[in-house]
């Protein structure tokens, strides 16, 4: 089992930045994918961002050019450098891990990013 842990949300005005990190521990595989989701009240939950082990990177539309993820696989730990935050950016940020194994998805719980207008 993959333990995720976030950190780093809190309540920031329009046009201002956050980070987000998120400490992965357990039984660990090197190759993975590694990605924040958040969701609005109200809102399915939604892609973010994610990050293969390799380095590769994939954004939603909404933040491409605003948003940058980052990892650090030698310590287990993931980044979410939220610059020129927006109100529509507000919701619960998650952490997730998945190696494409059977069972393998994790989810950290989860930690609130709110931008105020």
């Known amino acids: 089992q993959v333990q995720l842990v976030e950190s780093g949300g809190g309540l920031v005005q329009a046009g201002g930045s956050l980070r987000l990190s998120c400490a992965a521990s357990?039984?660990?595989?090197?190759?993975?994918?590694m990605g924040w989701y958040r969701q609005a009240p109200g809102k399915q939950r939604e892609l973010v961002a994610v990050?293969?082990?390799?380095?590769?990177?994939n954004y939603a539309d909404s933040v491409k050019g605003r948003f940058t993820i980052s990892r650090d696989n030698a310590k287990n730990t993931l980044n979410l450098q939220m610059n020129t935050l927006k109100p529509e950016d507000t919701g619960v940020y998650y952490c997730h891990y998945d190696t494409g194994r059977p069972a393998s998805s994790s989810w950290g719980q989860g930690t609130q990013v709110t931008v105020s207008s």
């Open positions: 990050i293969s082990s390799g380095g590769t990177t």
């Open positions: 357990g039984r660990l595989f090197s190759f993975n994918v």
